[in-house]
């Protein structure tokens, strides 16, 4: 890939305006890439605003010609409800009857974390070269973090490997989750949905090109990121 450039950066008045927004863009990305390639390779993200994006998503995607995964995961059992796939098979992948063949979930019930990360690095790169992603959808922590990249731990040297188990201290929690090599070079466009003043000085610090925070790597990638944005997150930060 070339140069990193500036995102684009759309805000939209209200939560309702944007996942509005996302849906018809992301629309158009799954069309794009089945009439390219006749597959559409999705990473879904967790959270409130994904959670109020994934109904929309229902109609007007080719379900059946997608493969879609999970940029993270906490290490729960799938029904729990506090995983991102129970959340997105409630909210998406049951009412689009997405086919189960199509739907890579973590292994979070698998005692050896490390072997259910290769795993699905595995059924990542089964997709041929990269991109192994056509889209990735992201959220924004108020520290900073995206899926589950946070600020300190070791997984953020990660330069080869596309999947990991991390430890995330500050949470009191292991995690699974994609890494900067899955988002960086291996997903040919990134969308970043972020919401809610709580999120204003943490999207402020990575729009800027010298942020250190996790998110800030994947902003300012060589390839297309789109931010979107309610007013409340962007209020008085210049965008």
């Known amino acids: 890939m070339g140069p990193a450039a500036a995102p684009e950066v759309v805000v939209a008045d209200d939560v309702a305006a944007l996942v509005a927004r996302a849906a018809d863009r992301i629309r158009a990305e799954a069309a794009r890439a089945v009439a390219a390639r006749g597959r559409f390779r999705i990473a879904l993200a967790g959270g409130s605003t994904p959670r109020a994006l994934y109904p929309r998503l229902v ?51 698998s ?7 290769r795993s699905y690095e595995q059924a990542l790169r089964a997709g041929g070269a990269a991109p ?11 520290d900073g973090h995206t899926a589950s990249l946070f600020p300190g731990t070791a997984v953020l040297a990660e330069t080869s490997r596309l999947a990991a188990a991390v430890d995330v201290p500050a949470m009191h929690a292991r995690r699974l989750t994609l890494t900067y090599p899955a988002f960086t070079d291996g997903t040919a466009t990134v969308y970043f949905l972020v919401t809610g003043a709580e999120k204003r000085a943490a999207l402020a610090n990575v729009l800027r090109p010298q942020s250190t925070l996790p ?9 297309p990121v789109v931010i979107f944005s309610d007013r409340e997150a962007t209020q008085d930060i210049g965008v």
Do not use: C, K
């Open 215 to 223: 998110a800030a790597r994947i902003v300012h990638r060589a390839g």
């Open 111 to 117: 005692g050896d974390l490390d072997a259910a990360a």
């Open 132 to 142: 192994w992603l056509d889209l990735a959808l992201l959220g924004l922590g108020p």
């Open 59 to 109: 109609t007007g995607i080719d379900w059946a010609r997608a493969d879609v995964f999970l940029g993270d995961e906490r290490v729960v059992p799938p029904d729990d409800p506090q995983s991102n796939y129970r959340m997105a098979r409630e909210t998406l992948l049951v009412p689009a009857r997405v086919p189960d063949a199509n739907v890579h979930r973590w292994r979070t019930e």
